[in-house]
């Protein structure tokens, strides 16, 4: 993994040679498309880099159980020294005493040999060895999937944030712009000085929302700089605007993905009912016999006086088969068969719990997404009539026809009717954002840096 303090000034050489839809424009800012922003996050997120690390501990434990299949070659030598020898008595007459057996040293070393030639509870561990790793891929997938959702929701939340802010600065503005008419007309004697009062008190109203927008906005480009995994001192903008995906929306729709063939946490439950069904298989496999090939090859030495004296050695060998029968083990293979069984039959009832909460969440996504949609263009419309009512408006104000009262409302009705629009164009993006999560169809070639335009 590249190291931090160097990633900021990585980061902009790459995605200044992905095409124009990337600029940098200090050496400490960059602006971000979507797209590149999932890259990124694919590449760099530690929860992702750690699953993708786990597929590879999960292999190597798959091989460690394929390893058993072959010989097993070892070698050992012992030493010891016989401190008191053994005494043999023979029943002969005249022979009280006893005879000693035994030299002062003995030496052994060589080689063993064992390959299990009939051993059908390792060729399952095998097979279940090999259904771990498509669980890990599995897990890898998952948080993938969930690394993109959070991306595009946070990247979705600075576009609302920062389209908040406009919409609030604009507001500001107009307040700030109808206050100083006001103050005008006051020193002209054609207002009153409670006039120009309530005009200013408009707009310091609006001076916290427009602080708390600006925070919010600044909290979510952080949001998104963590998931990145860059500087919090790098700052960053996006490349496209709430009002640019308007456009997308009703083709999106026409051929919605409502499929859960490719949903992560179904294929996970399927993937653990797979491992518990080889797991009894296996289990089973524990009352078959093994049947392995042995063989050994080694050498001794006997002698008495110092240990390195009087060397005698002779070899000795043998090849033979080993088998083994289980025939009573208490009853721990029986019941541990039991378990296996009971789990997996309680998997079947979790999955099946499982899909109809996700077949609820999928049509609660798809009736969020519809009902955003006619919500865009609702507020669209009450975006266009709310301008209009807001000119006419100022337009009297200035002929002196409608009070501050009237004109501040309507300032409020614009601004209130364009944070709609954009509220809904961010609820729909945050809805298709959870369909995808709920389908699990997401294409990761797309989102790699060397392919992101």
Excluded at 191 to 199: G, N, P, T
Aim: net charge negative; charged share 20%.
């Amino acid at each position: 993994m590249k190291k931090r303090n160097c990633w900021a000034l990585f980061l902009i050489t790459v995605l200044a040679s992905l095409g124009p839809s990337v600029t940098a424009a200090t050496a400490d800012s960059i602006t971000l498309s979507l797209d590149e922003a999932v890259a990124i996050a694919l590449s760099e997120n530690p929860t992702v880099i750690v699953s993708d690390m786990e597929i590879k501990r999960t292999d190597y434990a798959r091989r460690e159980t394929i390893g058993g299949l072959f010989p097993t070659v070892d070698y050992s030598g012992t030493y010891s020294r016989t401190l008191k020898k053994q005494v043999m008595y023979m029943d002969i007459p005249g022979m009280d005493g006893g005879l000693e057996v035994g030299l002062d040293n003995s030496w052994s070393t060589g080689f063993s040999l064992s390959l299990p030639l009939i051993a059908p509870a390792l060729w399952k561990s095998v097979k279940l060895s090999a259904v771990q790793l498509e669980q890990s891929i599995e897990s890898a997938r998952s948080s993938r999937l969930s690394m993109v959702s959070q991306v595009k929701k946070a990247y979705y939340a600075i576009l609302m944030a920062d389209d908040s802010y406009d919409v609030l600065l604009t507001s500001y503005e107009n307040a700030r712009i109808n206050a100083e008419t006001y103050r005008h007309k006051y020193e002209q004697g054609t207002a009153s000085e409670y006039d120009v009062l309530r005009a200013e008190v408009a707009v310091r109203n609006l001076e916290p929302s427009l602080l708390q927008a600006e925070n919010a906005l600044r909290l979510a480009k952080l949001n998104l700089k963590v998931l990145l995994g860059l500087d919090a001192e790098l700052r960053i903008g996006l490349a496209t605007r709430l009002s640019d995906y308007e456009e997308s929306m009703y083709a999106d729709m026409l051929q919605p993905d409502t499929s859960l063939a490719q949903n992560t946490s179904l294929r996970q439950i399927d993937l653990q009912a797979a491992y518990l069904k080889q797991a009894l298989k296996t289990q089973h496999m524990s009352w078959a016999p093994t049947l392995a090939f042995v063989g050994s090859y080694t050498w001794s030495s006997m002698s008495n006086g110092g240990m390195f004296e009087d060397f005698r050695w002779t070899p000795y060998s043998y090849v033979g088969i080993s088998l083994s029968i289980p025939i009573l083990t208490g009853g721990t293979r029986y019941y541990k068969g039991k378990q296996a069984r009971v789990a997996y039959n309680e998997m079947q009832y979790q999955r099946t719990d499982l899909e109809r909460n996700l077949r609820m969440q999928l049509t609660a996504a798809m009736d969020n997404i519809r009902a955003s949609i006619k919500q865009v263009a609702s507020s669209k419309e009450g975006v266009r009539q709310a301008e209009k009512a807001y000119l006419i408006m100022q337009k009297k104000f200035e002929v002196g026809s409608a009070t501050i009262i009237e004109l501040d409302d309507a300032n409020l009705a614009l601004a209130s009717s364009r944070l709609s629009y954009y509220q809904a164009i961010h609820d729909y993006l945050t809805a298709q954002c959870d369909l995808e999560q709920i389908s699990g169809n997401v294409d990761f070639d797309r989102y790699k840096l060397d392919e992101v335009k």
